[in-house]
């Protein structure tokens, strides 16, 4: 079964930019999406197919994906990003997520 | 506005049977895909099962295959997940939610707030 790889942490300084990774074997492949959790709440898509954003998501945060990699990156970060961060991908006729990603601003 | 209310958790003994619905509203629902994803207590997203917009086709994770159906009944616009045999892994928050995207592009575009179901004697 596929499988998706996320750093369990990421820490980034307040206004600086944090990327998130997901590593897979040939994402670049794939459509890679990506979802925000804050505590408490539902999933929320913040990038879709990549690097497309949903309405009402900042431009802040966008979306790259290449070789083995998919990046969730976030710009001028602000304390209200702090949140949990899942990829996700199609793969054999199932929803395969990664194990998510805590993001810290510091 | 697309709504996703879930209902039918709460406490159940090991061994025994759950059925849990979601109401949905704001959109053609016959046109669209739906799952369920759950969430453990402390842990990340796990996908139980998804349903194409006519139930035609239907698929569901190896950890709980056998075990659960997904159903949807269009004329209500509501979606099931019936899960039989329950043990304490099934212990979560469960989630569904409204499939984007088409093809190969597979993601969930919008969630309901989740209803826990706790397994316990």
């Known amino acids: 079964s596929y499988e998706l790889t996320q750093p369990l942490s990421v820490s980034v300084a307040l206004g600086q930019t944090a990327r998130i990774t997901c590593g897979g074997s040939?994402?670049?492949?794939?459509?890679v999406h990506w979802y925000q959790q804050k505590p408490g709440q539902a999933p929320v898509l913040v990038i879709y197919?990549?690097?497309s954003r949903p309405s009402g998501i900042p431009e802040r945060f966008s979306g790259s994906n290449s070789g083995n990699t998919a990046t969730l990156t976030v710009s001028r970060a602000q304390a209200g990003d702090e949140a949990d961060y899942y990829c996700?991908?199609?793969?054999?006729?199932?929803?395969?997520f990664g194990g998510g990603t805590k993001l810290t601003v510091l | 506005e697309v709504q996703l209310v879930e209902s039918g958790g709460g406490l159940v003994q090991p061994g025994g049977s759950l059925r849990l619905s979601c109401a949905a509203s704001?959109?053609?629902?016959?046109?669209?895909?739906m799952g369920w994803v759950r969430q453990a207590p402390g842990k990340g997203l796990e996908w139980v099962s998804s349903?194409?917009?006519?139930?035609?086709?239907?698929y569901s994770a190896d950890s709980v295959k056998g075990r659960v159906t997904i159903s949807r009944d269009n004329s209500k616009d509501t979606l099931y997940l019936q899960i039989n045999r329950l043990r304490a892994g099934d212990t979560a928050i469960y989630y569904c939610?409204?499939?984007?995207?088409?093809?190969?592009?597979?993601?969930?575009?919008?969630w309901g707030q989740g209803i826990l179901v706790t397994v316990s004697s």
């Open positions: 939610a409204k499939r984007g995207g088409s093809g190969h592009s597979y993601y969930f575009d919008y």
């Open positions: 704001g959109f053609t629902f016959t046109s669209f895909a």
């Open positions: 349903i194409s917009g006519s139930g035609a086709n239907t």
């Open positions: 040939n994402i670049g492949s794939k459509n």
């Open positions: 197919r990549d690097g």
């Open positions: 996700q991908v199609w793969d054999s006729n199932t929803v395969v």
